[in-house]
């Protein structure tokens, strides 16, 4: 009888110690507008929490963001631009979003990876977006499951696969940040060149790579470059910016250009903690950039995919200057269940 009162109090001590790290996290989301993402880890590590009570907190954190009004210039954009279907969409950025897996699907089949997952009693399904996308009912994964698979939306893997390259064309991914797509695009055969102008979240690109393929080759310094001898084709990683970079010409070129990042509010409901409006312009003035020196970089024949994942009009760039628009596409969590997205295909005029 005695133990079980010790463990109830104790229980009742972390259940309170929990919510004062909630309130904690928010407020001082709320004052330095800080990732709650980053802020749950460092504040629960330093106060002792283990897994289930980090848990616990991270879903309460991300609960209340979900519930909190949005400013007021984003919810007169969104009714602006959608419509009737801003009601719907609205609710869909506030509804957490399903676990998704990109399958590297050179390394393993979907039948392995869908057969494994059953084998840890987790739901699956298949996306209707992306040929590489698993739907999944958890994401308590085992490690073994992840070596040839990592955390992707539906929408951002959607967006690798309109680069449609053959072995040996060239491919650029111009803002390639952790790798994601590149990971996928690899698929092709094609030699990519990924570049970002920040080099720790592309040597995360690397690494990563690295740990899921057989290598060769692996030089870390200011230009990456590696090998992979199950893929006929070759990856290179540069440190560079996008807006001054100078190459020879490419086949494709993919510019998943810096933005709001507005789309992927399922996932990020503490968005509206860094992001002002003010802050458009700049992204607006980036995005341009970036795509004036992509064209000078694509070949006559070649084809340029721009993306965002934002759901304002402003960012989404459907005519520019020297480029013809073959089509576009806007996703949203509303009807395709996946982030917002904005996609557009361009080639020479």
Known sequence: MRLNIILIESLKLVSKAAQILIQDILTRHHATGESVSVLIAQMARKRGLGPKERRFVSDQVFLKLRQKPWPDWFNQRLKKQYGSGAKALEQALRTRAKPVLAVDITQVTLETVETALKEQ?????????????????????????????????????????????????????LCAGAGGKTRLIAATGADITAVDVNSKRLKLSCQQRLASSSMSRFILDASLHWHDNANPGKISYQVADGRTLKLPLFDW??????????????????????????????????????????????????KLIYATCSLLQEENISEFGGLKLIKSRQLLPSKENCDGFWVAVFEHE
Not at 124 to 144: F, M, N, Q, W
Request: net charge neutral.
């Open 121 to 173: 009693d987790i739901d699956c399904a298949r996306s209707e977006l992306s040929k590489t996308a698993l739907l999944l009912s958890s994401d308590r994964l085992s490690s073994g499951v992840l070596k040839s698979c990592w955390w992707m939306d539906a929408g951002s893997q959607y967006v690798a696969q309109q680069i449609k390259a053959k072995p040996g064309e060239r491919v650029l991914d």
């Open 253 to 302: 070129i993919l510019v998943d250009a810096p933005c709001s990042g507005t789309g992927t509010l399922r996932h990020a409901p503490d968005l509206f903690g860094r992001l002002q409006e003010s802050d458009l312009k700049n992204y607006t003035k980036l995005q341009h950039e970036l795509l004036s020196n992509a064209s000078k970089l694509l070949k006559p024949t070649g």
